[in-house]
């Protein structure tokens, strides 16, 4: 049964650092790119960075550029968004979603599997 499992979220000041997970089990992570998605309240959900099958990131939201990063352990089929720098507009919902094939996508419908969420809020 293919299944994403996303954690690391919780409430962090402005500034504040997380690191979300997204544990895939079912399937080998590594053969697909791998998207984080974000959904603020009352907001559609949007694409923020992706990495691709062979390792490659690409930023969706400018504004996480310098401050998001995205990383693959294939030992622990596990994908990581480390996020520094927090700002109160990051607050929303953060989705992990497998592409349908090894490149990345910023468009949500080109997504096959998807976790339930993990919540980030950035409040002082």
């Known amino acids: 049964q293919v299944q994403l499992v996303e954690s690391g979220g919780g409430l962090v000041q402005p500034g504040g650092s997380l690191r979300l997970s997204c544990a895939a089990s079912?399937?080998?992570?590594?053969?697909?790119?791998i998207g984080w998605f974000r959904q603020a309240p009352g907001k559609e959900r949007e694409g923020v960075l992706c990495i691709s099958s062979r390792g490659g990131s690409i930023y969706y939201k400018s504004s996480v550029k310098d401050r998001f990063t995205i990383s693959r352990d294939k030992a622990k089929n596990t994908v990581y968004l480390q996020m520094n720098s927090l700002k109160p507009e990051d607050t929303g919902t953060y989705y992990c979603?497998?592409?349908?094939?090894?490149?990345?996508?910023?468009?949500?419908?080109?997504?096959?599997?998807w976790g339930q969420g993990t919540r980030v809020t950035v409040s002082s």
């Open positions: 079912g399937f080998t992570l590594d053969a697909y790119a």
């Open positions: 979603a497998t592409e349908q094939g090894p490149l990345c996508s910023s468009v949500p419908r080109e997504y096959d599997d």
